[in-house]
């Protein structure tokens, strides 16, 4: 047991390094090569070279065990210094927001109810270390949970960078290759699935450093994703027809 803790993050890694299209039908949760109403070319295996950065480390919970220099990003209710944006965004934007703020649970409700968007920060961020805590609220036979945490993307999305929010957890995104946007890629999910069960609460903690993005969930390392030519962006939530909560989410800047 003690050898497979040693070796699993070496395995996590190499794993990440190839992002695989899974099969067609495989997994409800995984990436459509048409996904946000954009026409992409097929799913393909693309590889992610992952770089130099700070060192990557088998266990989160960084926000617990460094509790000093994180900054609280809960938006008032006015969510100044927010906006909403369409998926894609040449799309109408629907005129009633699906967000609004839990003053009494401290939570940001998603009502999941008024469109594909997502709830972007509007701030753009380099170097940063971010941690997000998030559930979905459970229905009878409701399945295909789904929702994200973005990072990295530009303005409009068109370029984004995602943290699977749902029944599965991995990175998968439309990152430039080469300075032109490239076909979806992803990396495989983990061996091992770290979520809670659907209406628990998760913790995503998310490093952004230099050119890679890295996943930890409830504390374990699940995934990295390489971005050597997107070295800065936007981050923010997704609103994909589910109802969902966030709370505590806390950026800490990194060099």
């Given at each position: 047991m003690?050898?497979?803790?040693?070796?699993?993050?070496?395995?996590?890694?190499?794993?990440?390094?190839?992002?695989?299209?899974?099969?067609?039908?495989?997994?409800?949760?995984?990436?459509?090569?048409?996904?946000?109403?954009?026409?992409?070319?097929?799913?393909?295996?693309?590889?992610?070279?992952?770089?130099?950065g700070l060192p990557v480390t088998a266990a989160g919970d960084f926000l617990h065990s460094d509790p000093s220099g994180w900054a609280d990003l809960t938006p008032r209710e006015t969510f100044q210094g927010w906006a909403r944006v369409t998926i894609p965004s040449d799309k109408p934007l629907d005129p009633v927001s699906q967000w609004k703020l839990d003053k009494v649970h401290g939570t940001i409700v998603c009502e999941g109810n008024h469109g594909h968007e997502w709830l972007r920060y509007d701030r753009e961020l380099d170097n940063f270390l971010l941690h997000v805590e998030w559930r979905f609220e459970k229905r009878e036979g409701?399945?295909?949970?789904?929702?994200?945490?973005?990072?990295?993307?530009?303005?409009?999305?068109?370029?984004?960078?995602q943290a699977q929010v749902g029944a599965r957890a991995y990175i998968f995104g439309q990152t430039l290759q080469h300075g032109k946007v490239s076909a979806m890629i992803q990396t495989p999910p983990p061996p091992v699935n770290p979520l809670h069960p659907i209406g628990e609460w998760n913790t995503y903690e998310i490093r952004c450093q230099g050119p890679k993005i890295t996943l930890w969930v409830n504390g374990e390392l699940?995934?990295?994703?390489?971005?050597?030519?997107?070295?800065?962006?936007?981050?923010?939530?997704?609103?994909?027809?589910y109802r969902i909560e966030f709370r505590n989410l806390k950026l800490k800047t990194l060099p």
């Open positions: 003690q050898t497979w803790h040693r070796i699993r993050p070496l395995i996590t890694l190499l794993l990440a390094s190839v992002a695989v299209g899974p099969a067609a039908g495989s997994d409800p949760q995984a990436p459509k090569t048409a996904r946000d109403g954009i026409s992409l070319p097929s799913f393909r295996t693309i590889s992610l070279v992952i770089m130099t409701l399945t295909g949970y789904n929702s994200g945490v973005f990072v990295r993307n530009n303005l409009d999305g068109s370029v984004w960078h699940t995934a990295e994703f390489a971005v050597p030519e997107v070295p800065k962006g936007y981050w923010g939530l997704e609103a994909e027809g």
